[in-house]
């Protein structure tokens, strides 16, 4: 019997082995009228979902379960991966003009932006319905980030901390003089790259507090964080991943041909994804060494932002 039971738990420990060495990044690259689907390291098409909208939808990947969900015009659908496979579709007026979606961090609501109703819809996905809604003060909202402390917003000159809980409203919000180009959360703190200033503003997200300003060799247009690491674009198209106290560069990747204006962190960290919108390249970086390991040309005029998702493609 216990020869039988260690037989069973070995084979059963190999099997989950195997299942997790075949899951790897895919990334899901919107386009006019649907998404082309990629895997993470290579970028090779994998396979292609056509929508009978002609406009690009907007992805957001759930943090915890195999479900993408996908928003054009007033419609919303959630799509089980990485079959693809539809799992359901909702139609509601109050969706048309959202340009932002994003899972909440236990994975039972989507919110989307909207910045018609300067706010931000909460869609609970028990029940099929908006179950409320988290204005937006001050500007027009730019992007949205969903964190542990809450909906994050950002603004021209400012950010705001908004509840998950629509009755709760407002949690905090940062005004600065100069514009803002991005964000990134990390180790509880909020780092911030403004227009025309080379160096990153530290503050503690729950308290509000402003811990430092972290002078860098240049100015930066995009940060990301993911799996402890910070990575930066630059005006000139210069990636970095960045020192945990920001203050240097670990490596550096260019490529004077392109002008990327994103990048995209991999789900576990180990691959980079750097997005030139303009020229319609896409190319994947290992996240350690800043080598690149592939890029495609994508074809076709509408294009957006991609998400990365895990499965076994």
Known sequence: MEKTFRRWWFLGVLWLLSAASTLADGVAVPTAGGVLVLSGRTLTEVRSLEFKEQEVPRLAVHPSSPILASLSGDRLQFWNLPSFAEASRHENALFEGAHSLAFSQDGAALFLLSPELRAVLKFDLATSRVVGT???????????????????????????????????????????????????????????????????????????????????????????????????????????????????????????????????AGADGSLLYVFDHSKGVLISLDALSGQENARIQLSGAGRGVPVIFTGNL
Do not use: C
């Open 134 to 264: 988290l204005p937006v003060p001050g500007g027009d909202p730019l992007w949205m980030e969903v964190i542990p402390e809450g909906v994050l917003v950002g603004q021209a000159d400012s950010l705001s901390l908004l509840s998950p809980e629509p009755r709760l409203g407002l949690l905090a919000q940062f005004r600065f003089p100069d514009r803002l180009n991005s964000a990134a959360v990390e180790r509880g703190r909020l780092l911030l790259a403004r227009e025309g200033v080379a160096g990153l503003d530290s503050y503690e997200i729950k308290t509000g507090r402003a811990v430092e300003f972290v002078p860098t060799s240049s100015t930066f247009e995009h940060l990301v964080s993911e799996a402890g690491r910070l990575y930066a674009l630059s005006p000139g198209g210069e990636v970095q991943a960045l020192s945990p106290d920001a203050s240097r560069a670990l490596w550096t990747y260019s490529d004077s041909s392109l002008s990327p204006d994103r990048l995209v």
